[in-house]
């Protein structure tokens, strides 16, 4: 597939509906719709941003998040559905690659869910967040290797993974190894302070060498009032505040625009795709640069299951007739 040298991106900042999945969607689609006005060809948007992130399970001891927790599955969308139905039309509309997270609910489980759908609004990728991170591990389930794929679309490669799971170095390795060009990388924002921020940068601008790709990064953002939904002790709200890094940042490691560090808003950059041959020209971590002899990464890229059936594995198994003992089907060689 012939990919453009050109490929312009969003990266959006912005606040949840804590009291709707639908209104939150609809900011969703709103947002694809301003920035396909302007140009984008490729739309972020935060961590589990439909309907929200838990961020009262940050600040909320276990045994006081029942009633947020129960009310988070009420809220939370299941795949396919009405959010992600308008999400894949709006898509579709426009002719961009969207990439959104959200608390995807299947039947008793909830998970942190990134959803990739390509230009034609198809649904490219439902991956799993592989293992939430500290208090997360409350909420959400565990993914699994069937995620960590690229996907193939008309602007590029594109790859996805949330928040912590950039310090999983083979979880990197493995999109990586399917040559991402544009890596999406999602963040709740709002969370834990100033370090955090400090932290994403780090993180996206050494993948975006690493990788030789770029990384259009997306964080979320609370008011004020939504903070104080979320608790009202001063002292707990610190932890509610700062740690947004919504940011593009290019193959060398460089800020393609100046990052977005408070408030709603969006970022729109052009991406120079010939910057990554320029990069890996240099270092390819994949190609000429890696030593697989040596160091090399196995993946279990199949999905998990509670229940498998024999007939589905060896179906033919329920239907031949054993030959008895004595006779021979000549039909097969036994030499």
């Given at each position: ?320 007739p054993s030959i008895p003992t004595g006779e021979r089907d000549e039909s097969i060689s036994l030499g």
């Open positions: 597939m012939t990919h453009p040298n050109i490929v312009r991106a969003a990266a959006v900042q912005i606040a949840p509906v804590f009291e709707s999945a639908t209104a939150t969607g609809d900011k969703v689609c709103q947002a694809i719709s301003d920035a396909a006005a302007k140009g984008a060809q490729i739309v972020v948007f935060p961590e589990t941003f439909v309907p929200y992130y838990p961020y009262f399970s940050f600040v909320l001891p276990p045994v006081a998040q029942g009633r947020e927790h129960l009310k988070l599955y009420d809220l939370a969308p299941t795949v396919p559905g009405p959010v992600t139905d308008a999400v894949a039309a709006q898509a579709k509309a426009h002719g961009v690659v969207v990439v959104l997270g959200i608390n995807e609910r299947d039947h008793g489980s909830l998970y942190n869910t990134q959803l990739i759908f390509d230009e034609t609004g198809r649904l490219a990728l439902k991956r799993r967040k592989i293992t939430p991170t500290y208090h997360e591990r409350m909420i959400w389930g565990q993914g699994d290797g069937a995620g960590l794929k690229v996907v193939e679309t008309g602007i590029g490669r594109i790859g996805a993974l949330a928040c912590w799971e950039h310090y999983n170095p083979l979880a990197r390795y493995a999109l990586m190894a399917q040559h991402e060009q544009i890596h999406c990388s999602q963040f709740p924002g709002s969370l834990v302070g100033p370090i955090f921020a400090e932290q994403i940068e780090v993180t996206i601008r050494h993948h975006a060498l690493e990788s030789g790709c770029f990384v259009v990064n997306a964080t979320g953002w609370l008011s004020d009032e939504q903070i104080d939904a979320v608790t009202t002790d001063p002292n707990l709200q610190k932890a509610l505040r700062g740690g947004c890094c919504t940011a593009i940042v290019s193959p060398e490691g460089r800020h393609v625009v100046e990052p977005l560090r408070a408030g709603e808003g969006m970022l729109i950059a052009d991406l120079d795709m010939n910057l990554i041959t320029k990069r890996k020209r240099m270092m390819d971590s994949v190609g000429h640069y890696a030593r697989p002899e040596l160091l090399s990464l196995r993946i279990a890229d199949r999905p998990v299951s509670p229940m498998f059936s024999d007939a589905a594995a060896n179906p033919s198994s329920l239907v031949s």
